[in-house]
């Protein structure tokens, strides 16, 4: 992974500091003091996003100086942004990630001293790999019905590519042995199984690495029962959102989370907790999760010294515990976030007694082409019609077996949330007013074209209203698509 950044006078490296929102100011103007004590030759510009871009009616809550500031910069320091729920402006947070495809989220898992857990004394110490951009997280939904909704799943063997080289690569710059890959393959063939036949695919290249794949569900499981058996997981974009927020809980919880998030070209970092309003402006509140995505950072631009020299201090000041924080010890009785800086900056050149610092190197990520599989051959061999009423199956069935009469397809079955339900098999289904309708070529036809999709849909209109369309396609001979439970 390629360290650029700008650098000016003395040396020092410009990094773009985003203070956030609600504690994210007190998180983040603790780290910086900490990083300039510690004798890091770096600079700031301070830019901003979040909820005071928002109410300045910028819809993306990232104004344009901002976006050319990290543009220039390539490093950011994040405070935490208040993101809308439900419905509304999109995510901040989402928003820089994909502005500037930082394409691996990175998230490390560490029992730390001083911070007591039930799973105190098992040495946890894990890394949570995500791919950031893709999957269900892309953001693409739709309202198909006035009653069903949709959010594409998607996918690519360029993320999938990246994010396994990524993983493979952290292991291996942070001296670890064991990678493993966390899929839901056994439900979502094509795409959970995409990053699962690739990480397979490449694990190979990595012969001083063990690598394993596991479902993960039972992935979750393992990470509360046995978490020590794990170094690091690599996923896709939610199942990393959940197993690396149940990974913190391992240790203490998101105030001691950090993250950083890699693409080619920027890499931002940023704590894992949010906002915290109710705590904000108080002097209360634990800078750790921001101060360790701060020496993630320092490492990201080779700052190695200053990096170790604040993680060890970090860790004799929760070890000796003498300074300790209102979320480890309570609020009514917890160090200030001015004294807890201090006590950080008062330790620096002492070394942790239980907590030994692992030594890391840069990791080295080669400029890869895209990863483009082409198929000898292709056609479409049929279509789903995506089609909204509430008749019955039997009823629907028949009218579009009629509508199908002298065309190149036929009716194969419908679908209601993913289980046939005409021709009857039976099966107890309670459907609502959203139908799969999947016509295949007759055996006469070699292949259907656009011209036969249209006069198809165009027949479909005439008495039914239908939202969408997706081709059938056969690559090289075999299916691109799934059944349905129970098509044969």
């Known amino acids: 992974m390629g360290r650029c950044c700008v650098v000016i006078s003395q040396g020092k490296r410009l990094v773009t500091v985003i203070p956030g929102d609600g504690i994210g100011p007190e998180c983040v103007h603790a780290t910086q003091r900490i990083i300039e004590a510690a004798g890091a030759k770096i600079a700031w510009e301070e830019r901003h996003a979040g909820a005071s871009v928002f109410k300045k009616g910028v819809p993306s809550g990232v104004p344009t100086d901002t976006i050319e500031s990290i543009s220039k910069t390539k490093v950011v320091l994040k405070g935490p942004l208040e993101t809308p729920v439900g419905y509304g402006e999109k995510s ?14 990175i998230r490390p898992v560490r029992e730390l001293p001083g911070v007591p857990t039930p799973y105190s004394g098992r040495g946890i110490d894990l890394v949570v790999v995500r791919e950031n951009v893709e999957d269900l997280y892309a953001g693409i939904e739709h309202m198909q019905t006035p009653n069903v909704a949709q959010c594409l799943k998607l996918i690519s063997r360029q993320g999938c590519e990246r994010i396994v080289r990524l993983a493979f690569e952290v292991a291996r710059a942070e001296g670890r042995k064991k990678v493993a890959c966390a899929t839901k393959s056994n439900i979502m063939k094509f795409t959970e199984g995409m990053l699962k036949r690739t990480f397979e695919a490449l694990a190979p290249e990595y012969p001083d690495i063990e690598s394993w794949h596991i479902i993960v569900d039972n992935c979750a499981h393992q990470l509360v029962k046995k978490p020590e058996q794990f170094e ?4 896709t974009n939610m199942n990393g959102d959940i197993l690396s ?8 919880g998101l105030g001691f989370a950090p993250s950083a998030n890699l693409g080619s070209e920027v890499a931002i970092f940023e704590a894992v907790h949010g906002s915290a309003p109710k705590y904000a402006g108080k002097n209360v509140i634990n800078p750790t999760a921001v101060l ?5 950072m320092l490492r990201h631009l080779g700052e190695f010294e200053a990096a170790t020299r604040i993680e060890e201090a970090l860790l004799v000041t929760l070890e000796e515990g003498k300074v300790r924080t209102g979320d480890v010890v309570g609020y009514d009785r917890g160090a200030t976030t001015t004294a807890f800086t201090e006590a950080i900056i008062a330790n620096f050149g002492r070394k942790p007694q239980k907590a030994p610092v692992r030594s890391y190197r840069p990791i080295d990520l080669p400029t890869m082409p895209p990863a483009v599989f082409e198929p000898k051959a292709r056609r479409v061999v049929g279509v789903d019609v995506f089609v909204e009423g509430t008749m019955t199956p039997a009823e629907l069935g028949a009218s579009l077996e009629q509508i199908a009469e002298d ?3 036929k009716l194969k079955m419908l679908s209601n949330r993913g289980t046939k339900v005409y021709p009857s ?13 999947r016509f295949i070529r007759r055996e006469a036809v070699t292949e259907i074209t656009d011209m036969h999709l249209l006069y198809l849909v165009s027949r479909i209109a005439a008495k039914h209203r239908w939202m969408h369309l997706e081709k059938l ?3 090289d001979g075999a299916p691109s698509f799934t059944k349905a439970q129970g098509e044969d």
């Open 232 to 235: 690091v997981i690599v996923t």
């Open 407 to 409: 065309t190149p397809v």
């Open 473 to 475: 396609w056969e690559l």
């Open 425 to 437: 098999v039976g099966a107890i289904t309670e459907c609502v007013d959203h139908w799969r309708c």
């Open 292 to 296: 360790l995505s701060g020496v993630m």
């Open 92 to 105: 901040a947070n989402v928003t820089l990630r994909k502005l500037f495809e930082t394409y691996g989220n």
């Open 245 to 252: 927020d149940l990974t913190s809980a391992l240790v203490g």
